[in-house]
């Protein structure tokens, strides 16, 4: 003992404190990752690498939702830490990592606080397969859901959106849903088909709200959110003894009693519980898992497809007689590439939005950054522009600049994806063009990128291509390139 004691007081540890944590880290079974306050990630260990199907060297320095696109300012768990300060807890999660695989996982979220400010958030992951049976796995997901706010606790239309929140400036749209509202009380079941972002379930809950139902419980569930084994038990309940460990509990239908059911994501369900739930539409009754008798229910159902409806069916993804069951109002929302109109509109609408909370004032895009996001096009929609315009908005607010959005400001993952259509357009357009042709015209594309990053400042640009200021002026002249400093 007394040569331990020695050793101790005497000799140094072998193994530095930062070798010491990767060792740990790296051997531990449970999935770890970091992120700081604008969602790049820092650290990423191995448990969370076999987790979300990634390596470390994949993700980071990357931005969290180009490599997680199912989520989003809104939905992320680690931005509301960020926003809060506070710890989230045992949060059930599915998501998809961007190779399209779908992930299960019980995630927990410690913000990282530094002087007051939160500066990055901490996450821990498990497996959802590893917590152990089914009865705990569905607990936790109905626990979590906090049911009463969805309820309208006798107020018109508590907590939902109405059809002036939605906004657009195209013409065939805005008359689409006017007609909508118009028909919105009369107690027919709706379909909604349109991309990821596009304002579904805006129109789902205006919907609701539109209709005598609106005073009755507005129940929203993400289809792709549940995991397979509990489905049954989450839409139609569960009576004691169903499983070991089940007690007698009301699922998604029954909460929703006299009031409206949205299921977002219809056709991430599989075939075999479409099926149930048609039977539940037509018959208008539900039987818990477990139960032997039937249970009457007055639902609506309003669900939504981020596919084209016809193809899911030739697909197998979408049965074709839930989709004539439920779609007897149809709305389909044209994507956001497809009315460019509403580009600049609802811009203009997010940063009036956000300006209040950041304590900014008369915020403006540069006509380089209006002529970015008119072109860009916009896979994930609204959401993606709102999320952009507040990043964008978050960088100008650190930068400490004059209040104009410019191409440094809007994060690097739109830049990147900018640059990527404009390089392969000016391939294709220079295809029958000879070999020397083809370089000057790229090269002639990387000086414009450049430049418009750089708002034109030719030090700045020269700086980004790592070529001399000079070398750059002689190219500016020799492709005729206007409008720089």
């Not at 320095?61 to 989520?71: H, L, Q, R, T, Y």
């Not at 990147?416 to 594309?445: F, G, H, P, Q, W």
């Amino acid at each position: 003992m007394e040569e331990i004691k020695d050793y101790n007081s005497k000799k140094e540890f072998p193994v530095s404190k930062e070798e010491l944590f990767d060792i740990i880290f790296d051997n531990i079974n449970v999935g770890i990752d970091v992120i700081d306050y604008r969602g790049t990630i820092l650290y990423y260990n191995k448990a969370i690498e076999k987790l979300e199907g990634l390596s470390s060297q994949e993700v980071i320095g990357e931005f969290i939702f180009d490599i997680f696109p199912s989520f989003n300012y809104e939905n992320s768990t680690m931005f509301k830490c960020i926003e809060t300060g506070r710890p989230i807890y045992n949060n059930i999660q599915s998501y998809l990592n961007n190779k399209g695989e779908q992930i299960y996982a019980i995630v927990t979220n410690i913000p990282i606080i530094k002087d007051g400010k939160v500066e990055g958030v901490v996450e821990f992951a498990l497996d959802m397969d590893s917590i152990g049976s089914l009865y705990e796995t569905f607990n936790r997901w109905y626990s979590s859901k906090d049911i009463s706010l969805k309820k309208g606790k006798g107020k018109k239309g508590a907590n939902y959106y109405n059809f002036g929140d939605f906004k657009t400036n195209n013409i065939e749209l805005k008359e689409n849903i006017n007609k909508l509202e118009a028909i919105s009380k009369y107690d027919y079941n709706v379909l909604i088909f349109g991309e990821t972002g596009t304002g579904k379930e805006i129109l789902a809950q205006s919907i609701h709200n539109a209709s005598y139902r609106k005073n009755k419980p507005f129940i929203a569930q993400n289809c792709a959110a549940v995991p397979e084994n509990i489905l049954e038990s989450i839409f139609f309940g569960t009576e004691k003894g169903a499983y070991t460990g089940a007690e007698s509990k009301p699922g998604l239908f029954e909460i929703a009693d006299g009031g409206t059911i949205f299921l977002d994501e219809l056709n991430s369900l599989p075939v075999y519980p479409q099926a149930k739930l048609l039977r539940v539409i037509e018959e208008g009754y539900v039987r818990r898992l477990g139960g032997k008798e039937d249970i009457k229910v007055d639902v609506r159902v309003i669900a939504n497809v981020n596919k084209e409806p016809l193809g899911l069916i030739n697909k197998g993804k979408l049965r074709e007689d839930l989709f004539y069951r439920i779609s007897q109002i149809y709305v389909e929302i044209p994507p956001l590439r497809k009315r460019k109109e509403d580009i600049l509109y609802l811009s203009r609408y997010f940063i009036a939005q956000n300006a209040k909370f950041l304590n900014m004032e008369s915020i403006k895009l540069s006509p380089e950054v209006r002529h970015l996001f008119v072109n860009y096009p916009w896979v994930g929609n609204v959401r993606e522009l709102k999320n952009v315009i507040i990043q964008s908005m978050i960088n100008l607010k650190v930068d400490c600049g004059e209040n104009v959005i410019k191409i440094k400001h809007v994060p690097k993952h739109i830049i990147n994806e900018n640059n990527r259509k404009r390089m392969k357009k000016t391939l294709k357009v220079n295809k029958d063009k000879s070999y020397e042709e083809r370089i000057i015209a790229v090269e002639k594309e990387l000086i414009l990128e450049a430049l418009d990053r750089a708002d034109g400042n030719v030090s700045e640009a020269a700086r980004l291509l790592k070529i001399k200021r000079q070398t750059l002026q002689y190219k500016i002249k020799k492709y005729e390139i206007e409008n720089v400093e």
